[in-house]
């Protein structure tokens, strides 16, 4: 078993539909991410989490909006996408945020496709 | 400029043969770490191995093996008699001294390993 793990695996949206993606990591992590990977493109690294706490936003658009209630859980609210923000979400963890060579594991990924 | 360069777009092998995956970084940091990852199609990124700067000792693990050369920036992967199962995008990845959790990405070497 994956120490993150992300549900829905697959989400198919319109553009005036609300969802979310969920993440969970069992890996006692205190840094939580959001990554977008689109096709051809390098991985983005969306926000960052540290002990609940929004360390990093990547000048994402208001439609994405991260939640995380506890260092174990992060949400990303997804709302009037566009076709363009179809990508692979990915959620990652930590350690910690800072310090040297930390390490990120992520999960499976959430394909997301927007119609 | 922090930079992560993997020239490699894809790479096609015949079974049991070795196969080298390039990986080159621009970098001013002193200190600083480098990565790899492999993405199989279930979209994880799974981790494969983290590198400080000032350990140049090339490292072996199974049938993977690293090789890091400062004098040339390049940190290259290669996977001895590669395996159907080794079909992935393999990513390679550089953390600076300043904001650790900010990976800089490569755009990622698909390998494709045909029985």
């Known amino acids: 078993e994956t120490g993150v793990t992300q549900t829905p695996r697959h989400l198919v949206m319109g553009m005036t539909n609300k969802k979310s993606l969920k993440c969970e990591q069992h890996?006692?992590?205190?840094?939580m991410y959001w990554y977008k990977q689109s096709a051809k493109k390098p991985l983005e690294l969306m926000f960052v989490?540290?002990?609940?706490?929004?360390?990093e936003n990547n000048s994402v658009p208001s439609r994405f909006s991260p939640e995380c209630p506890n260092s174990s859980h992060l949400f990303l609210h997804l709302h009037t996408l566009q076709p363009e923000d179809s990508a692979l979400y990915l959620c990652?963890?930590?350690?910690?945020?800072?310090?040297?060579?930390?390490?990120?594991?992520f999960g499976e990924g959430s394909w997301l496709t927007v119609v | 400029a922090q930079k992560v360069t993997q020239a490699q777009t894809e790479i096609s092998v015949v079974e049991k043969e070795d196969v080298t995956l390039d990986c080159v970084y621009e970098?001013?940091?002193?200190?600083?770490?480098l990565f790899w990852y492999k993405q199989p199609p279930s979209g994880e990124l799974v981790f494969l191995i983290r590198?400080?700067?000032?350990?140049?000792q090339n490292e072996i693990s199974g049938r993977y093996s690293w090789n890091f050369q400062k004098s040339t920036s390049s940190f290259n992967f290669t996977i001895t008699a590669s395996q159907v199962v080794d079909s992935a995008v393999y990513f390679c990845?550089?953390?600076?001294?300043?904001?650790?959790?900010?990976?800089?990405f490569g755009t990622g070497t698909r390998l494709k390993v045909l029985a």
């Open positions: 989490y540290s002990l609940e706490e929004r360390v």
């Open positions: 990845a550089l953390t600076p001294t300043s904001g650790t959790y900010k990976y800089i």
């Open positions: 990652a963890s930590s350690q910690d945020y800072r310090g040297p060579g930390n390490t990120i594991y």
């Open positions: 590198r400080n700067s000032f350990d140049e």
């Open positions: 970098t001013r940091d002193t200190t600083y770490y």
């Open positions: 890996l006692g992590h205190n840094a």
